[in-house]
């Protein structure tokens, strides 16, 4: 667009012609502008930050921006913008980075609204990541906020920009201007009172972020910058689950250790926060049967439901006018009808050893998941089926004015008057709730979370609890530690950019085939184990005296029934060692993919860590032939003959 070259665009460009070429502005703030340009030598799109003339006329600030422009751009992080180059031209000051094409978190919300817990977990772990490698490296970021995180379109790899900038700042967060530097919805009380500042800093604006992006709004919001400063100095932030009831409970505790107005409550570092967020996210784990059938049918038929309770709500209001009893009924029956079956539903799986925290975490995985259905519902087909409503009411109302106008007088007429009108209002009026909920379609549910999270679910469930004297306990799903590591690598290699997961492709195959030995061995020392059962404690440990005193006959039994039980042993004590190679195997897999995360290893360091992982199930592939022997071996050993007669 042409007025986007103003005079600064121009006097950039000249400075930089043979080096960049700029297309267009990107964006611009107190602390610079945006260009997206194509870095000539490389034929490659970069984004060029400027530091504003009015700023860059000043040495001082001048000097500060370039080193600390140099600084950040040693940074080099999955989850950081990458500087490619720092320098002076003309009268300006400059650094090039790379463009990520994508969006801003700011833009991702404003278009689409609250993101998931899953999705925004995910999200606040890899800015966590990032900071937690620039605080190593003494970087604070200072002006952390969702314009400076960028999703990358496809992947939607969060990465955070405008590292080390914000470094420029004067010690007041106000100027002698009266302009914030920083962003002061976003500032840390330490930043707003002008004090020393480090990485803990970061990590309340971070907790900001999350507000921001799982509830939709900021926890401080005033119109007078002073007013809002103070908020963050004096006011402790709303817990988020109360602005944001689908956020699971721990997930929202570990946001708000983050707004803890002393830097000493906070969490310490990054890695703490992001360790934090990776235990607090609500697994992906299989819905025990009796919780799955109970979420199935209380969510059946939940639009009939509503019509029922709308049309007596209605019927209610037209009995009250004759007499107070007859209106009072209705509300009976919809409560009976309504109350009751889920009232049972409740109670049946209380029985069953379920308690309201098991139900609570049902909750929000389905309705964690239907968040994301339903966002994608809003933005493929809602649209779609208002235009749609909205075409076919006018045409009903169109054929009823055309009825009225043109037709012959009689009962075809009026019925088509009538019908068209019907029709016309019926699809009108749907089309009109379609477009009026959808802003809210992103936020299914959160009425039901709402009641269930509260103390009415408690009074609800003790209701359902009359009566039952003994409760059995649930029966727990076991999780072995290999499956355990499995899920958590799977989930780590999915986070990583495409071009890292084509790098390291052989790695889910490996996952999966050291968890198809974990649990062959475990299969095998459960034989084992059940095969030793057999012998008596003798035949394990006999003693060369008891022997030399029995029979020959006896002795020869003995000592077979002893080498049988030794070698049981031995078979046993080699798979439980070939087990824990496994396991720690696929452990050593998940910390490479932790480790590049966050920075503190190259991708080679992970290839390697593949090798050895296949190398391990190599060695217990090799040794499958022996222990299909074992296994014969033992079925001989179970039975061997037995001198009953001898005995007599």
Same mark, same amino acid.
């Given at each position: 667009?042409?007025?986007?070259?103003?005079?600064?665009?121009?006097?950039?460009?000249?400075?930089?012609?043979?080096?960049?070429?700029?297309?267009?502005?990107?964006?611009?703030?107190?602390?610079?502008?945006?260009?997206?340009?194509?870095?000539?030598?490389?034929?490659?799109?970069?984004?060029?930050?400027?530091?504003?003339?009015?700023?860059?006329?000043?040495?001082?600030?001048?000097?500060?921006?370039?080193?600390?422009?140099?600084? =950040?751009?040693?940074?080099?992080?999955?989850?950081?913008?990458?500087?490619?180059?720092?320098?002076?031209?003309?009268? %300006? *000051?400059?650094?090039?980075?790379?463009?990520?094409?994508?969006?801003?978190?700011?833009?991702?919300?404003?278009?689409?609204?609250?993101?998931?817990?899953?999705?925004?977990?995910?999200?606040?772990?890899?800015?966590?990541?990032?900071?937690?490698?620039?605080?190593?490296?003494?970087?604070?970021?200072?002006?952390?906020?969702?314009?400076?995180?960028?999703?990358?379109?496809?992947?939607?790899?969060?990465?955070?920009?405008?590292?080390?900038?914000?470094?420029?700042?004067?010690?007041?967060?106000?100027?002698?201007?009266?302009?914030?530097?920083?962003?002061?919805?976003?500032?840390?009380?330490?930043?707003?009172?002008?004090?020393?500042?480090?990485?803990?800093?970061?990590?309340?604006?971070?907790?900001? *972020?999350?507000?921001?992006?799982?509830?939709?709004?900021?926890?401080?919001?005033?119109?007078?910058?002073?007013?809002?400063?103070?908020?963050?100095?004096?006011?402790?932030?709303?817990?988020?689950?109360?602005?944001?009831?689908?956020?699971?409970?721990?997930?929202?505790?570990?946001?708000?250790?983050?707004?803890?107005?002393?830097?000493?409550?906070? %969490?310490?570092?990054?890695?703490?926060?992001?360790?934090?967020?990776?235990?607090?996210?609500?697994?992906?784990?299989?819905?025990?049967?009796?919780?799955?059938?109970?979420?199935?049918?209380?969510?059946?038929?939940?639009?009939?439901?509503?019509? %029922?309770?709308?049309?007596?709500?209605?019927?209610?209001?037209?009995?009250?006018?004759?007499?107070?009893?007859?209106?009072?009924?209705?509300?009976?029956?919809?409560?009976?009808?309504?109350?009751?079956?889920?009232?049972?539903?409740?109670?049946?799986?209380?029985?069953?050893?379920?308690?309201?925290?098991?139900?609570?975490?049902?909750?929000?995985?389905?309705?964690?998941?239907?968040?994301?259905?339903?966002?994608?519902?809003?933005?493929?087909?809602?649209?779609?089926?208002?235009?749609?409503?909205?075409?076919?009411?006018?045409?009903?109302?169109?054929?009823?004015?055309?009825?009225?106008?043109?037709?012959?007088?009689?009962?075809?007429?009026?019925?088509?008057?009538?019908?068209?009108?019907?029709?016309?209002?019926?699809?009108?009026?749907?089309?009109?709730?379609?477009?009026?909920?959808?802003?809210?379609?992103?936020?299914?549910?959160?009425?039901?979370?709402? %009641?269930?999270?509260?103390?009415?679910?408690?009074?609800?469930?003790?209701?359902?609890?009359?009566?039952?004297?003994?409760?059995?306990?649930?029966?727990?799903?076991?999780?072995?530690?290999?499956?355990?590591?499995?899920?958590?690598?799977?989930?780590?290699?999915?986070?990583?950019?495409?071009?890292?997961?084509?790098?390291?492709?052989?790695?889910?195959?490996?996952?999966?085939?050291?968890?198809?030995?974990?649990?062959?061995?475990?299969?095998?020392?459960?034989?084992?184990?059940?095969?030793?059962?057999?012998?008596?404690?003798?035949?394990?440990?006999?003693?060369?005296?008891?022997?030399?005193?029995?029979?020959?006959?006896?002795?020869?039994?003995?000592?077979?029934?002893?080498? *049988? =039980?030794?070698?049981?042993?031995?078979?046993?004590?080699?798979?439980?060692?070939?087990?824990?190679?496994? *396991?720690?195997?696929?452990?050593?897999?998940?910390?490479?993919?932790?480790?590049?995360?966050?920075?503190?290893?190259?991708?080679?360091?992970?290839?390697?860590?593949?090798?050895?992982?296949?190398?391990?199930?190599?060695?217990?592939?090799?040794?499958?032939?022996?222990?299909?022997?074992?296994?014969?071996?033992?079925?001989?050993?179970?039975?061997?003959?037995?001198?009953?007669?001898?005995?007599?």
């Amino acid at each position: 667009m042409t007025d986007q070259f103003d005079e600064t665009f121009l006097a950039v460009q000249s400075v930089l012609v043979g080096e960049y070429s700029l297309e267009r502005e990107l964006g611009r703030g107190g602390m610079g502008i945006v260009y997206l340009a194509r870095e000539v030598s490389l034929d490659r799109l970069v984004a060029i930050k400027v530091l504003p003339p009015h700023l860059g006329a000043n040495p001082d600030l001048r000097q500060r921006f370039l080193r600390e422009a140099q600084t =950040a751009a040693r940074l080099s992080h999955p989850n950081i913008v990458p500087i490619f180059r720092v320098g002076e031209a003309g009268e %300006f *000051v400059y650094f090039a980075m790379a463009y990520v094409e994508g969006e801003t978190l700011t833009e991702r919300v404003r278009t689409k609204g609250p993101l998931t817990p899953v999705e925004g977990a995910r999200i606040l772990r890899e800015a966590a990541w990032a900071l937690a490698y620039a605080h190593a490296r003494n970087i604070v970021h200072r002006d952390v906020k969702p314009d400076n995180i960028l999703l990358e379109r496809g992947t939607l790899r969060a990465m955070l920009t405008d590292f080390g900038i914000a470094h420029v700042e004067t010690p007041s967060p106000l100027t002698d201007a009266g302009l914030v530097m920083g962003t002061a919805q976003y500032m840390s009380p330490e930043q707003a009172a002008g004090e020393r500042v480090d990485g803990r800093s970061d990590l309340y604006s971070l907790g900001i *972020v999350a507000h921001f992006m799982l509830a939709g709004k900021v926890p401080f919001d005033e119109k007078s910058v002073a007013a809002l400063l103070a908020k963050h100095l004096t006011q402790p932030a709303p817990p988020l689950t109360s602005v944001a009831p689908g956020v699971p409970r721990k997930l929202g505790e570990a946001i708000d250790h983050c707004l803890a107005k002393s830097p000493e409550q906070r %969490f310490h570092s990054g890695e703490a926060l992001a360790e934090a967020l990776t235990v607090a996210t609500e697994p992906t784990r299989e819905v025990p049967a009796p919780i799955r059938v109970w979420l199935t049918k209380s969510q059946q038929n939940r639009g009939a439901r509503a019509f %029922f309770a709308v049309y007596l709500s209605l019927a209610t209001i037209g009995l009250a006018v004759e007499s107070p009893w007859f209106g009072v009924m209705p509300i009976v029956i919809i409560a009976a009808g309504l109350g009751i079956p889920a009232l049972w539903r409740t109670r049946r799986v209380l029985k069953a050893g379920y308690s309201l925290e098991d139900l609570r975490a049902a909750l929000r995985i389905y309705w964690a998941q239907r968040q994301e259905e339903a966002a994608y519902e809003v933005s493929e087909t809602s649209a779609v089926t208002s235009r749609v409503a909205f075409a076919i009411s006018g045409i009903g109302m169109i054929t009823a004015a055309g009825a009225y106008a043109f037709g012959t007088p009689g009962p075809l007429r009026e019925g088509l008057i009538g019908g068209a009108l019907v029709i016309g209002a019926i699809t009108g009026g749907l089309g009109l709730v379609d477009l009026l909920m959808r802003p809210f379609r992103g936020r299914v549910g959160w009425m039901s979370l709402k %009641f269930w999270n509260g103390r009415w679910a408690e009074k609800f469930v003790a209701l359902a609890k009359t009566g039952l004297k003994r409760v059995a306990v649930a029966p727990a799903t076991p999780q072995l530690t290999e499956i355990a590591l499995g899920r958590a690598t799977d989930a780590l290699f999915q986070a990583l950019p495409s071009a890292l997961r084509r790098d390291l492709k052989e790695l889910p195959d490996t996952v999966r085939r050291l968890e198809t030995d974990a649990r062959k061995l475990r299969d095998q020392i459960d034989v084992l184990e059940r095969q030793l059962a057999t012998f008596a404690p003798e035949d394990r440990m006999s003693s060369s005296r008891s022997i030399a005193a029995s029979a020959p006959q006896d002795r020869s039994i003995a000592d077979s029934r002893a080498r *049988v =039980a030794a070698e049981l042993s031995s078979t046993r004590a080699a798979a439980r060692t070939r087990l824990a190679d496994t *396991v720690a195997a696929l452990e050593n897999l998940r910390l490479g993919l932790l480790r590049l995360q966050m920075g503190s290893a190259p991708v080679e360091s992970v290839t390697a860590t593949i090798q050895a992982a296949l190398r391990v199930a190599d060695d217990v592939r090799r040794v499958g032939a022996a222990e299909a022997e074992v296994e014969a071996a033992l079925r001989i050993g179970t039975s061997p003959p037995m001198p009953g007669n001898s005995r007599g």
